[in-house]
């Protein structure tokens, strides 16, 4: 009991702490107004609408700019006049925009652009109201890397993995929904990997006729893989290992191949061992009497002119003598 006391005494401070400040905002009647939380896509575009009390006519509305502890500065004016901007050369330049009467557009939007807008509405005849907006800008979620992996495919089970990652940069959130709806899936049939990225399955035939997605997303942005389970155990799903019925009919084609070669070479073989031409034409070119080259008929050695002159006194000689 006496701890009780001790911690309830320890809380006072604090709780007066607080009920001083909201002192001056309970005594003029003005409650501190939480921004509007609103996300955007890295160059992207989003809209900043305040909510109008009925029946009230708008004077004038003025927005303004703040980034963390940085200066507030003003970046436009919807008014009589129109769309006014202060300063045409600060950090917006002209990617503002006056969507409507009371909106304001932000285009092709940078990661400065981050940061609490406020915007002052002035009503008929002088009433004053102040909202703000707390803008967030994401990068845009990239595809997702995905895989699909049959582990065994029988007339009773399918087994099988579905695989969704996030890619590039930034935390994003993964949730995986059947038939567009997010259910329960820490199931027997369901295994759920601890991050989210791999989900494991074990359903009957019968329950293959659905589809399961996966969500990748953050804040701002999201991108949906679409998985068909029927697809997948009939045929294998793409980048998934073989069934059993796979293997098989692979089986069957290499032994096929298989028998179908040794088939031709023993022809191939038989074909060589009844044929003689080969083992004559060895033979033939083995002997030289039976080389054609060597049975040309000898060339008769020729004599010039010069040499039978030469001879004819000699020979004329040998007759006188």
């Not at 609103?38 to 303004?64: H, M, Q, R, Y």
């Amino acid at each position: 009991m006496e701890g009780e006391l001790a911690r309830s005494k320890a809380r006072l401070p604090s709780l007066l702490l607080a009920l001083l400040g909201l002192g001056p905002e309970l005594l003029f009647g003005q409650a501190r107004v939480q921004p509007r939380q609103v996300n955007g896509v890295l160059g992207g575009s989003v809209l900043l609408s305040p909510a109008l009390p009925p029946n009230k006519t708008v004077k004038e509305i003025e927005w303004s700019f703040s980034a963390g502890a940085g200066a507030t500065i003003q970046v436009a004016e919807f008014g009589p006049r129109g769309f006014e901007r202060p300063d045409p050369k600060d950090r917006f330049k002209d990617r503002l925009e006056m969507f409507n009467e009371t909106a304001l557009k932000i285009g092709a939007l940078e990661r400065g652009d981050s940061g609490v807008y406020g915007a002052r509405i002035i009503l008929h005849p002088a009433l004053v109201e102040d909202q703000s907006f707390n803008l967030s800008v994401y990068e845009s979620v990239p595809s997702p890397r995905t895989r699909s992996q049959l582990l065994a495919s029988t007339l009773e089970w399918c087994n099988l993995t579905l695989q969704c990652q996030g890619a590039g940069k930034g935390t994003v959130n993964i949730t995986w929904k059947r038939d567009n709806v997010i259910r329960d899936l820490t199931s027997d049939r369901h295994q759920l990997s601890p991050d989210g990225t791999t989900l494991r399955l074990a359903l009957p035939p019968t329950a293959t006729n659905v589809t399961y997605a996966c969500t990748v997303s953050n804040p701002a942005d999201q991108k949906v893989v679409l998985f068909d389970l029927q697809a997948i155990c009939q045929s294998g799903g793409g980048q998934t290992s073989f069934s059993k019925s796979g293997y098989i009919v692979l089986t069957l084609i290499l032994l096929v191949v298989s028998l179908g070669g040794a088939f031709w070479c023993w022809r191939m073989n038989s074909e060589k061992a009844a044929d003689p031409a080969p083992r004559l034409l060895l033979q033939g070119l083995g002997h030289p009497e039976n080389n054609q080259e060597q049975s040309l008929p000898q060339k008769a050695p020729v004599t010039t002119v010069y040499e039978q002159i030469r001879r004819a006194p000699e020979d004329t000689a040998e007759e006188v003598t």
